[in-house]
């Protein structure tokens, strides 16, 4: 498969995951890693939010401790569509396929905590493996999930989840209350706002025990608020990985 997107000279290329899509990753320059981050959608992140900038600003602030990063290629908007839409065999893929192999060939055999981050679509995606899998998946970073998909179908799950004590940063912006739209290319119906179908979403899972910390950032669906909120986002995540009370 050649690749849509340019690859960056310090992210480093490792083997395909279990269902043969392609995945990157990035030691940490703060010493061995005690914590995972898994970011889905890797073309958007890599080249659109810019993610690894806001790591290497973190990572020299000494702003959270020291992380494993490893990208996972989406491989297009129609399988963006058909995995990202609390698909439970991608879920399962990512739990109990990509996690072994990324701990064993990354992490020297250590199963260390694993945060989830994706936008949009996988930002949906990263809360429902978060729910399914909770012995796995410890903390999900949601940027504009799309809870609007198949009318909050999500939202429905929720209260039937067995991690009540799930850890979700939860972020929208205060313009994305587009609706009634239907986006390509499969044609994926939003009937509601994404604003205030993720307002919805994180009132659920606060009421069956969730902790949930719900942003509000000024902005549309863009990359550019998405890398903003990273700064934020990740040292939350990696702060409860490594000591949940603080």
């Not at 905590?113 to 998946?137: C, D, N, Q």
Request: proline residues 7%; contains cysteine.
């Amino acid at each position: 498969m050649s690749l849509q997107f340019s690859l960056p000279g310090d992210l480093l290329r490792t083997s395909d995951s279990p269902d043969g899509r392609p995945f990157w990753w990035r030691e940490s320059k703060l010493g061995v890693a005690k914590q995972v981050l898994i970011f889905l959608d890797a073309e958007l992140y890599l080249n659109r939010v810019k993610a690894l900038h806001v790591l290497a600003d973190l990572e020299e602030r000494e702003q959270f401790p020291p992380c494993l990063s490893v990208f996972l290629a989406a491989q297009g908007p129609e399988l963006r569509h058909h995995d990202f839409t609390c698909n439970p065999k991608f879920a399962s893929l990512v739990a109990w396929e990509l996690l072994p192999l990324v701990w064993d060939q990354l992490c020297e055999g250590n199963e260390f905590p694993i945060t989830l981050v994706g936008l949009s679509l996988s930002g949906l995606a990263a809360a429902h493996a978060t729910l399914l899998f909770p012995e796995r998946i410890a903390t999900a970073i949601c940027q504009s999930p799309s809870f609007w998909w198949n009318d909050e179908m999500f939202r429905s799950r929720v209260p039937r989840a067995k991690n009540l004590r799930a850890r979700m940063w939860i972020s929208v912006g205060d313009e994305e209350t587009d609706f009634g739209i239907s986006h390509p290319p499969t044609d994926l119906y939003q009937g509601t706002g994404q604003l205030e179908s993720c307002q919805r979403v994180a009132q659920t899972l606060r009421d069956v025990g969730a902790l949930v910390n719900f942003q509000l950032f000024h902005g549309e669906h863009d990359p550019t608020c998405w890398r903003d909120d990273l700064y934020k986002a990740i040292p939350w995540a990696a702060c409860f990985d490594r000591c949940p009370g603080c």
